[in-house]
Nanobody, 120 residues
Framework: QVQLQESGPGLVKPSQTLSLTCTVS??????????WSWIRQPPGKGLEWMGN???????VVSPSLKSRTSISRDTSKNQFSLQLSSVTPEDTAVYYC????????????WGQGTRITVSS
């Protein structure tokens, strides 16, 4: 059973860079045929897919966030990470990491989510 766990700072100041890490257990981020994804949900709004990293390390980022977002991984720790630069209060959200199988239209595994507030 694959399990994901997000970790992050909780509070970030405007203009700073948000860094989040997802630790994966029960499966390898390099061996499993999944897209390891970041998704967020602002208060009162729907889910927003941010991007993903594949088992070969290639990444895809949402066009609306591409200029501020990078996704990377640490295979030695079986983790993948999100960096979102120049944050504003509009980036306040619950951030989730999730895994979607190749060709699947739904996410098979989710982390519990981590709440991030952008405020001075």
């Amino acid at each position: 059973q694959v399990q994901l766990q997000e970790s992050g700072p909780g509070l970030v100041k405007p203009s700073q860079t948000l860094s989040l890490t997802c630790t994966v257990s029960g499966g390898s981020i390099t061996a499993s045929n999944y897209r390891w994804s970041w998704i967020r949900q602002p208060p009162g709004k729907g889910l927003e897919w941010m991007g993903n990293i594949a088992t070969d390390g290639s990444t895809v980022v949402s066009p609306s966030l591409k200029s501020r977002t990078s996704i990377s991984r640490d295979t030695s720790k079986n983790q993948f990470s999100l960096q979102l630069s120049s944050v504003t209060p509009e980036d306040t959200a619950v951030y989730y990491c999730a895994a979607r199988g190749l060709g699947s239209t739904t996410f098979d595994y989710w982390g519990q989510g981590t709440r991030i507030t952008v405020s001075s």
